[in-house]
């Protein structure tokens, strides 16, 4: 199977091939990378139609080279993401959190969302239903330190957020680039911690009939 991996930050490569490595080490991988996306969306404070068309762009070009599927790794862009899927229907085309987002809901009912990336905090939530409870948190500069190339101060400053949600039944982390720290905040919170590459991987295997 081939899977195309497409990235709005490089920081997410590294987590999500860890946990092909892990858990579906046949699949062949294909990443495209456009770092001027999170940059954009910053800058424009909403997503637009001319940033749906640059994500149908992606998903036409990474069907064309014959991909199976498609998994994004950028959790601001559900909408875009979402276009992509309809136009490449019945292919598995998944959004960063989905798989993750399931597996929360099942699990508790007040989810903590720490995130490093401001935008995450205004398109993610409404991707969960309206029953359980959603405590936002940002880990304010981790991100800025991670394209410093400090992982040590971003991963210090994503477990010192974290502590804020120590009232909560789990908590997400909404970055695929945050999943190598998750282990220190389950340690500080006491909670159990969920990450997006691991869940992604295991349900787009399952949506393609890999046993």
Not at 152 to 171: K, M, P, Y
Not at 176 to 205: C, F, N, Q
């Amino acid at each position: 199977m081939r899977i195309t991996l497409i990235h709005a930050l490089k920081h997410s490569i590294v987590p999500i091939e860890a946990s092909f490595a892990r858990h579906w080490p046949d699949a062949r991988l294909m990443n495209l990378l456009d770092d001027s996306l999170s940059a954009d969306l910053a800058h424009d404070g909403k997503l637009t139609d001319r940033m749906t068309e640059r994500f149908l762009t992606m998903g036409r070009y990474a069907v064309g080279t014959g991909a199976n599927g498609i998994l994004f790794t950028c959790s601001a862009f559900g909408p875009c993401i979402e276009a992509v899927a309809r136009e490449h229907a019945p292919m598995p085309v998944l959004k960063p959190n989905e798989a993750m987002i399931e597996q929360a809901v099942a699990k508790g009912q007040r989810i903590g969302l720490l995130s490093t990336f401001p935008p995450t905090l205004v398109s993610m939530p409404p991707e969960f239903p309206s029953q359980v409870t959603l405590v936002p948190k940002l880990a304010e500069g981790a991100l800025a330190a991670l394209d410093r190339g400090d992982r040590a101060e971003h991963d210090r400053i994503v477990v010192e957020a974290a502590r804020d949600l120590r009232d909560c039944d789990l908590i997400a982390l909404a970055q695929y680039s945050m999943a190598p720290a998750a282990e220190r905040v389950a340690e500080v919170t006491g909670r159990e911690v969920l990450t997006t590459p691991d869940s992604a991987v295991k349900k787009l295997k399952a949506m393609l009939g890999i046993s």
